[in-house]
């Protein structure tokens, strides 16, 4: 990552790498997806308001691109660990980044429909954020979308507020549902082989409606910083009567369980979570 990028993704919160893939390796993983042509298959059609309403996105259904048989697996198990991502990977999330979730196949025909704009880092979730020390940056997760076919601009599929991974303020709710973006959502546009990285959780983005004759057809690669754990076993083996040894946790009080959870980020309110009263005793939040 050099200082070019890394000024443009402090900026605005993505970054888009130019040709990454070469045609064959375009050909390749767009050669597997035909393979697998039965499986994409449109989802639910859930958004109503007319900014983002459509038929359903497509999706890969009950299928990973790194379980395809071989060598229908190939061009995806390459990008997982490919230098160009590896390389800026290590800068933006720090050394041990890992893939937290995905690949995930997103994917779209004319007429299909947006997906709200989210991930403002609002409420802040440190393990999303986006944090600097000692002019180091630390992103706690970096979605890496690999294009297998064009973007061209005003067809529609990633769009984001750029500049959002800084904003202090809460999302108004016309920009979540693109009803009132101000002209702050926009669209990025990207050929096929072109590769974006964004800020997945510091970031505001989501899809925009697709409006192009050919197919959209992205991959998302959800990567983490090491200690960061968005989705996964993690939440499974997070309880403490899991995560410890079962005579160590025997007849806990509930504020003594509460510090036993293993770390696993993103629990939503059935974490336990502790306060001291006023006067000095620790008790679980209601
Ligand atoms: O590429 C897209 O359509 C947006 C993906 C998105 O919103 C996400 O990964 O959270």
Known sequence: M????????DLTGYIVVRNILSKDELEAANDALDYYGDKIQ???ARRTNPALTGTGRLGLRGLNVLQFEKPYCDPFRKMLAHPQIVSRLNVMCGKGFRLDHGPQFIGGVKGTQGGTQHGSGDPH???VGYHHQKGNMYVGGVTVTWNLT?????VGGFGCVAGSNKSKYPMPAGVRNLEDHMGCVNQVAMKGGDV???????QTHGTLPWKADHMRRTILF?????TSSRTGPAKEVSPPEIYWD???VDGMRPEQLAVLYGPYSNYGSELPTLAVTETGEVQVEE
């Open 125 to 127: 979730k440190p393990w």
């Open 196 to 202: 974006l990285f964004f800020m997945d959780g510091a």
């Open 2 to 9: 050099d200082a070019k990028e890394r000024y443009f993704w």
């Open 150 to 154: 064009d973007a061209d601009e005003g």
């Open 246 to 248: 079962g005579n160590i």
């Open 42 to 44: 449109p989802g639910q």
């Open 222 to 226: 959800k990567f983490a910083g090491r």
